[in-house]
């Protein structure tokens, strides 16, 4: 089998956001992998819009490198006891391409936030939000990271055992399904 490519979406747009410390790790414990992080920054999504100007081209390039992947991660923040704004934009733009680039992808999703929760209700409401997209999402271990500005090593690895060790189940679960 080729290298395996794996696509990072991250919820929040942060430099040193962790949920993106999760995709890094989660692609380091998945084993070799091409990783790729998509960049979210996308215009708000109106109607109107589109109609004037088309899809724009940064949400064109980020549905062909989910079309192109062997399977997709999503860690969400949790904003206001949903996923972010950042997420569910994009996520409704590139709902707007001609292609389906989702369909029947192997999908992991997992959360990260401050909060003792770690993000489990974003996540779930993310679970439904790609519903539509007909992917094929993992249904655990569910990875929840909570306090998770405390759970990355000076390196950006996790220290917590539970989670490197539910996280590594995970992947091991995604390489399967791929």
């Given at each position: ?37 998509l ?27 989910i ?84 759970e ?27």
């Amino acid at each position: 089998m080729a290298t395996p490519k794996l696509v990072g979406i991250s919820g929040s747009l942060r430099g040193a956001s962790t949920n993106t410390k999760l995709l890094y790790e989660a692609s380091r414990l998945f084993g070799e992998n091409e990783f790729s992080l998509l960049d979210l920054r996308f215009p708000l999504y109106s109607g109107d819009d589109e109609a004037a100007t088309g899809v724009p081209e940064a949400v064109r390039q980020a549905a062909a490198q989910i079309a192109e992947a062997d399977a997709v991660i999503i860690s969400t923040v949790e904003y206001n006891k949903g996923p972010s704004g950042v997420l569910k934009n994009a996520l409704d733009w590139i709902s707007r391409v001609e292609s389906a680039p989702w369909d029947n992808k192997p999908v992991a999703v997992m959360s990260a936030a401050a909060g003792r929760a770690g993000g489990e209700r974003a996540q779930m409401i993310l679970r439904g939000f790609m519903v539509p997209f007909r992917t094929r999402i993992l249904q655990g271990p569910e990875i929840h990271l909570a306090n998770s500005s405390e759970e990355f090593d000076e390196n950006g690895q996790l220290k917590g055992e539970m989670y490197i060790k539910e996280l590594t189940q995970l992947m091991k679960s995604l390489r399967e399904m791929i």
